[in-house]
Nanobody, 129 residues
Framework: QAQLVESGGGLVQPGGSLRLSCSSTIIPLANFAIGWFRQAPGKEREGVGCISSNGDNTNYRDAVKLRFTISRHQNTAWLQMDGLKPEDTAVYYC????????????????????????WGQGTQVTVSS
């Protein structure tokens, strides 16, 4: 059973919005930075953005800046996606870094996949008319 669970994916028209959730009933997510990633068919997994464990700082890849917003509260994080484009179509994942690295990302974060070692199962987002 996955210990990180994403939800909220679906089919949406271009220009629409979706809100993805990342939660866990086992892992105290408040202790970790959380990264959001996506993988489109035939492409490598790429970072979308991240939020520090204290929630004060976020970072986003250029392609989603001003359209996507990451937030968190207690044991849940969200990825609010507005102005969706067909090129946003992918499986979206949330992830946390290794337990030993948790203090590296108290007030900062990175969205390099190699910095994360615990992943959810992913949720499909399809943007199409």
């Amino acid at each position: 059973q996955a210990q990180l669970v994403e939800s909220g994916g679906g089919l949406v028209q271009p220009g629409g919005s979706l809100r993805l959730s990342c939660s866990s009933t086992i892992i105290p997510l408040a202790n970790f930075a959380i990264g959001w990633f996506r993988q489109a068919p035939g492409k490598e997994r790429e970072g979308v953005g991240c939020i520090s464990s204290n929630g004060d700082n976020t970072n986003y890849r250029d392609a989603v800046k001003l359209r996507f917003t990451i937030s968190r509260h207690q044991n849940t994080a969200w990825l609010q996606m507005d102005g969706l484009k067909p090129e946003d179509t992918a499986v979206y994942y949330c992830a946390i870094p290794p337990y030993g690295d948790r203090f590296k990302y108290v007030d900062s974060c990175v969205f390099e996949p190699d910095e994360y070692n615990y992943w959810g199962q992913g949720t499909q987002v399809t943007v199409s008319s």
